[in-house]
């Protein structure tokens, strides 16, 4: 199974907002399974900021936000802050291979 | 507040073994499947392995099968991993993470803090 396709790299001025796009194949993205989005800042593990394509955990704020269209799911970061600086994983089930991770998405705040 | 601590790591010949070990608490570990992920130094996120509550199913990446078995203890809380003919490849920051399922789907909510295995000679 391969890895989810995502951005190098992203960046944006405070205030503004930024899209990830996290593309995949029939298979996983594209199929049934939704996507999990997933913040991680360096030397830190994973926080879950969007499950089951569209939700947020209790305590994520309501700027992150996720979507899906066809083979490509998306996070959006609007309203940019400095600690919004950090790389992010999209995460999609792929059959008996469980979880797929995307390639990552370095976000930096200009 | 789920509390998950990987333990077990630190640095292995190639050709070796290593067993990780993750102490849960906080949650009724027994009703939850439990996963291992891996992040190499400087690279992405990669799943390892995922068992099921009752360990009834388990799966492996291709990259680990036949190489590293995933077990539990429901009695202890603990989940493990035991890693045999390690390879360079295979270092890396070794996180636990419990298995959540919601309406249309399953995800990794809580993760441990991470137990660094490095293979080197």
């Known amino acids: 199974q391969s890895a989810l396709t995502q951005p190098a790299s992203v960046s944006g001025s405070p205030g503004q907002s930024i899209t990830i796009s996290c593309t995949g194949t029939?298979?996983?993205?594209?199929?049934?399974?939704?996507v999990s989005w997933y913040q991680q800042h360096p030397g830190k593990a994973p926080k879950l900021m969007i499950y089951e394509g569209i939700k947020r955990p209790s305590g994520v704020s309501n700027r992150f936000s996720g979507s899906k269209s066809g083979y490509t799911a998306s996070l959006t970061i609007s309203g940019l802050q400095a600690d919004d600086e950090a790389d992010y994983y999209c995460c999609s089930y792929a059959g008996s291979s469980l979880y797929v991770f995307g390639t990552g998405t370095k976000v930096t705040v200009l | 507040e789920v509390q998950l601590v990987e333990s077990g790591g630190g640095l292995v010949q190639p050709g070796g073994s290593l067993r990780l070990s993750c102490a849960a608490s906080?949650?009724?570990?027994?009703?939850?499947?439990m996963n291992w992920v891996r992040q190499a130094p400087g690279k992405g996120l990669e799943w390892v392995s995922y068992?099921?509550?009752?360990?009834?199913?388990?799966f492996y990446a291709d990259s680990v099968k036949g190489r590293f078995t995933i077990s539990r203890d429901n009695a202890k809380n603990s989940l493990h991993l035991q890693m045999n003919t390690l390879r360079a490849e295979d270092t890396a920051v070794y996180y636990c993470a419990r298995d959540d399922c919601g309406s249309s789907g399953c995800y990794v909510q809580h993760w441990g803090q991470g137990t660094l295995v490095t293979v080197s000679s």
């Open positions: 068992i099921s509550s009752s360990s009834s199913t388990i």
């Open positions: 906080r949650f009724t570990f027994s009703s939850y499947s």
């Open positions: 029939s298979s996983d993205v594209g199929d049934y399974y939704p």
